[in-house]
């Protein structure tokens, strides 16, 4: 009975709280829940894809895969790192076997975060940046904006038409 | 009396059928393991029946042997449904073993009403267990058909005929089938029956029988693999078995590659055997006469590559008995015999298959061709008029094209050659028509062995590397900068560059990609490339080495840009790109061309000829005529073997005698290296395939054209030609005389 108890306690605490990985692009940090992130591959060089949508960054090899990789700052409007960026491989766990990498300033290190912390997108926010962000934590340092990686896989923002060329606003 | 408690037992069944599709309707959730096995296991069985149905048909005198065969997979059909409680299959079955096994014993003669009946039976039974694949159950919504083939089955017995039509001669069979089944409905079973089976064939893509040996051999080799890692991750890169240790990965990643290539691989036969049944059904709609020839059944393909060529092909027997093979009336007037042929090769040509389906049907008629063409707007009359045969030929692969005068219910309904070739070049191979009127129309698919690895050529083109297909690219120009102004030339904005006199279009690939253009000063290459009929000269900065890649998909968003087939890893680990010829071609606006303008340029040119210009004793040029260079070989001085004084080869299987004039073979021994190795062409005569032999030489220098200057007293009667405006010796005649045609050339 007791250890029953003490479960059901841990559990709802879980619920609470959710572990992010941060990760740098631009000025801002951002989280993605690491249950869905498969492997931080670090730097690495990309090869590019010509004629391909702007937010597609290039492909990386990755264990008998040739991963699309999106660029996070593309999407986010900003201009090319001339630094090479860091990769982390996200898994689509809606059930199609779409691995993708996602391509980022650098990785910060895991995060716990109460839920209670996070707020919803503010209203004013623009139309692109509503469908990357996924509301945003205040942390005692700054605010941490959660990303659905879902919403990052390279063929949804294919079909939002969103981010062809180049994301951002002024960019657009 | 009989006939009357017949009837009524026909109608109780259809009660208890039923119930029998009712009851186990709740549970329709899916199927489960033991039903999933029957279904595949008796499948099989009705395919290995189908076969065997239509080859009763043609050989009657193995009757015997057949029959048993397609009594055993009915009787097991019917044996394990009465296990599993499909009631209505196991009636169906029953029917139709308690006919099979009158037929086994003789007391019927095999008869074409017969054979269609028992085609039917195995339509029903292949419809039931599709309905019990999808649904869970056998249902009953068509039980009255059922009935009307247990009834016709029972017929073919010769057991209690109705009355009514037991007074009617022999060829009832089809009328009273007509009777009970309104027409519609008839047609309806029809083409569900087409349905279930394309749908059950796509099931069946989805799962491959693998021999348990090559599986066994598959697991020993991953051992291996594993145990190599072990002692590569123990021993570190710095130890001195690490060679070793490197070189024993290699030779167990290329065991297990060719294992499950190997695995991989299916007969052509287990394609073919599908036709037989389709040729014949066909040919009764169409009412044709066709007897069909297989040969090379047990050539192997890759199970996709299969899959892939299975609607090209099934459209191509399609057109050949619809358009090909003429009426039997039509083909007596025409002196051939009544019943046309049918004839489906398959055989390995140089790295590829090749499957042919050839009749010996009325041919395609150029005129038809060209007025269709005119008629649809693929060319203007003009045009039409000016066209040879073989051009015409290439229009019938143009989109929307279709020569059969009437859209009949087998073919003519837009889907046409076009289609057939884009499946077959979307898989990396090609097609080819050759036809003469009133002889018979030959379509020849050409396909690669494999898909996942592929023979490919690395190029370098604005920083980037991109993978080339070895089977788009014809040859490389390489062309220094300070020659560009002067080869390239331009027709308005478009630059072409002159090959051998004919304009060859350029695309550069840097521009095409908009890529970041790092202009090197020393020159570019352009690789000759051939796609879709389309011929144009890529043009890239860099060749890289020819590679074997293996083939990676790229995902959606990529694959939509269209210009990448794919991906793949380099051997220093980066990625390349892999170029799709065809879409390229299409994007930088390349037409297809028409190959008559290079034939007539070939004819022209006769008494000049390509050479191969090559260095055998120190500063002569010797030459010999490209058509009769098969390869140019490297190959390690250790192979080349000696006896009786004479220098041999052992090549592929076939012993070489190699001609050493300029004695490169004892300068290099004279070197005292292991690892050198000589440059070897092999020759052979084109016409003969025989003769063959080596000619070591030091340095093979350059192709190019050249005249041969006439024999006279002046040059000594000397086979001299001028290459590139250089004296060169001709090195001929190696057909049966190698040693006296050897010409001395001072």
Request: proline share 4%; charged share 25%.
């Amino acid at each position: 009975m007791k250890i029953v108890a003490q479960d059901s306690q841990e559990l709802s605490e879980e619920a609470e709280s959710a572990s992010l990985c941060s990760m740098f692009a631009g000025e801002e940090t951002f989280g993605i829940d690491t249950g869905k992130i498969r492997e931080v591959l670090g730097k690495r060089e990309l090869e590019r894809v010509p004629m391909a949508p702007a937010f597609v960054a290039g492909v990386v090899p990755y264990r008998g895969d040739v991963l699309t990789t999106v660029s996070f700052r593309a999407l986010l409007g900003l201009p090319e790192n001339t630094e090479t960026g860091c990769v982390l491989v996200l898994d689509d766990d809606s059930g199609g076997q779409e691995r993708f990498g996602l391509m980022v300033d650098g990785v910060g290190g895991v995060v716990t975060v109460q839920q209670k912390m996070l707020e919803a997108n503010p209203c004013t926010l623009d139309a692109k940046c509503k469908w990357l962000f996924d509301g945003a934590y205040k942390m005692e340092n700054g605010l941490l904006i959660q990303l659905d990686p879902q919403k990052l896989r390279p063929s949804r923002l294919a079909e939002t038409g969103m981010f062809r060329n180049g994301g951002g606003g002024e960019n657009a | 009396m009989r006939h009357g408690k017949r009837l009524s037992g026909a109608a109780r069944g259809d009660k208890s059928l039923l119930t029998n599709g009712l009851v186990p309707a709740p549970d329709k959730r899916g199927v489960d393991d033991l039903t999933q096995e029957f279904i595949a296991e008796s499948q099989d069985g009705l395919d290995r029946m189908e076969r065997c149905l239509t080859e009763l048909e043609t050989r009657p005198q193995d009757s015997q042997q057949l029959v048993a065969e397609i009594f055993r997979a009915v009787h097991t059909i019917k044996g394990t449904t009465g296990f599993l409680g499909f009631g209505r299959l196991e009636k169906l079955a029953h029917a139709g073993e308690h006919l099979l096994g009158s037929l086994r014993d003789g007391r019927l003669p095999v008869t074409e009403e017969l054979i269609s009946g028992l085609l039917r039976l195995l339509d029903g039974l292949r419809a039931i267990l599709n309905l019990i694949e999808e649904t869970g159950s056998e249902g009953s919504r068509a039980g009255d058909e059922d009935s009307a083939l247990i009834a016709e089955l029972a017929m073919l017995n010769g057991e209690e005929a109705p009355s009514q039509l037991a007074e009617k001669p022999a060829p009832v069979v089809p009328i009273k089938v007509a009777e009970e089944a309104p027409s519609p409905a008839s047609l309806e079973a029809g083409s569900a029956a087409a349905n279930t089976q394309t749908s059950g064939s796509s099931s069946g893509d989805k799962t491959l029988r693998i021999d348990v040996e090559v599986l066994n051999r598959m697991m020993n080799l991953v051992g291996e693999l594993v145990l190599t890692r072990n002692q590569m991750l123990q021993s570190g890169v710095e130890s001195t078995n690490f060679p070793e240790l490197a070189r024993r990965l290699d030779s167990v990643t290329a065991d297990l590659r060719e294992t499950v290539m190997q695995a991989r691989m299916q007969p052509v036969g287990n394609l073919f055997g599908k036709f037989p049944r389709m040729v014949r059904d066909l040919a009764r709609t169409c009412g044709r006469e066709v007897r069909i020839e297989f040969s090379g059944q047990e050539t192997g393909l890759d199970k996709s590559l299969l899959e892939a060529i299975k609607d090209p092909l099934t459209h191509a027997v399609r057109n050949a008995v619809d358009h090909g093979i003429e009426s039997p009336a039509d083909r007596v007037l025409a002196g051939k015999s009544a019943e046309g042929c049918l004839r489906l090769r398959a055989f390995h040509q140089s790295g590829s298959v090749v499957i042919e389906v050839s009749d010996d049907g009325a041919g395609i008629a150029m005129e038809r061709v060209l007025a269709k063409a005119v008629e649809r707007g693929l060319v203007v009359p003009e045009q039409a008029k000016e066209m040879t045969e073989r051009e015409a030929l290439q229009l019938i692969f143009l989109p929307g094209f279709s020569t059969a005068a009437a859209v009949t219910t087998v073919s003519g309904r837009g889907v046409g050659m076009d289609v057939v070739r884009a499946n077959v070049e979307k898989v990396g191979g090609s097609v080819e028509l050759e036809s003469k009127v009133g002889v018979g129309t030959t379509l020849r698919l050409r396909v690669p062995l494999t898909l996942a690895i592929v023979p490919a050529l690395v190029v370098r083109s604005g920083g980037q590397s991109f993978a080339l297909p070895q089977t788009a690219l014809v040859e490389l120009v390489y062309i220094p900068a300070r020659d560009r102004e002067k080869v390239v030339e331009r027709v308005g904005a478009s630059e072409v560059y002159r090959l051998r006199e004919r304009l060859l279009p350029m695309v550069w690939l840097d521009r095409l990609l908009s890529l970041k253009n790092e202009t090197e000063a020393h020159g570019f290459y352009m690789a000759v490339l051939e796609a879709e009929g389309c011929r144009y000269g890529l043009v890239v900065d860099d060749l890289l080495a020819p590679e074997e890649i293996v083939v990676k998909p790229l995902s959606a968003v990529l694959r939509e840009i269209g210009l990448f087939s794919g991906a793949t890893v380099l051997g220093n680990g980066t990625l390349a790109l892999i170029l799709d010829i065809a879409a390229t071609a299409a994007r930088a606006g390349v037409k297809p061309v028409m190959e008559e303008q290079e034939q007539e340029a070939v004819e022209v040119r006769q008494d000049e000829a390509s050479f191969l210009v090559f260095e055998d004793r120190a500063r002569e040029r010797t030459a010999l005529p490209l058509g009769v260079v098969e390869r140019i070989e490297s190959v390690p001085i250790s192979r080349v073997e000696y006896a009786s004084g004479r220098a041999l080869l052992q090549y592929r299987g076939e012993l070489l005698q190699l001609r050493d004039d300029g004695n490169v073979l004892e300068d290099m021994d004279g070197l005292q290296d292991e690892e050198a190795s000589v440059t070897i062409l092999i020759c052979g005569d084109p016409q003969t395939k025989s003769g063959r032999m080596g000619i070591v030489v030091r340095k093979v220098l350059d192709v190019s054209d050249g005249n041969m200057l006439e024999k006279d007293a002046a040059n000594g009667e000397m086979d001299l030609a001028l290459v590139n405006e250089r004296l060169t010796t001709i090195f001929r005649g190696f057909a049966g005389e190698v040693g006296k045609s050897w010409r001395e050339v001072a």
